[in-house]
């Protein structure tokens, strides 16, 4: 996969450390979440993505979000991921509060 196969569209989330896009694969079709990671000039930030990036790339399970590849940009590291249509956990505990424990226990399995 290459990143200018790549064609953003909306931006899906944010955070501290950068935002994801939502994006599709022009030559599959398929839909994807583009993480882009803004890259800090400093020893804790490399080793907090080279862990993730590790992560995702030696996970291979169907509960795990597939990793589709990682470039680097101006600004960092972009990474193509799966995308998931239901949000994130953040956005489901805004919208009903809390969660009860035998639901958590559900999706920790």
Do not use: W
């Not at 600004?75 to 193509?80: C, F, K, M, Q, T």
């Amino acid at each position: 996969m290459k990143l200018s196969d790549i064609i953003l569209f909306n931006k899906l989330g944010s955070g501290a450390s950068g935002s994801v896009m939502k994006a599709i694969h022009k030559p599959t079709k398929k839909v994807l979440a583009l993480k882009e990671i803004k890259v800090k000039n400093d020893a804790l930030a490399r080793d907090a993505i080279i862990s993730e990036l590790t992560m995702l790339q030696t996970c291979d399970h169907s509960n795990i979000i597939k990793s589709y590849g990682a470039f680097l940009t101006e600004n960092g590291v972009a990474i193509a991921l799966e995308y998931m249509n239901a949000g994130s956990l953040a956005g489901i505990l805004t919208k009903i509060g809390k969660i009860p424990e035998p639901v958590l226990g559900l999706i920790t399995v």
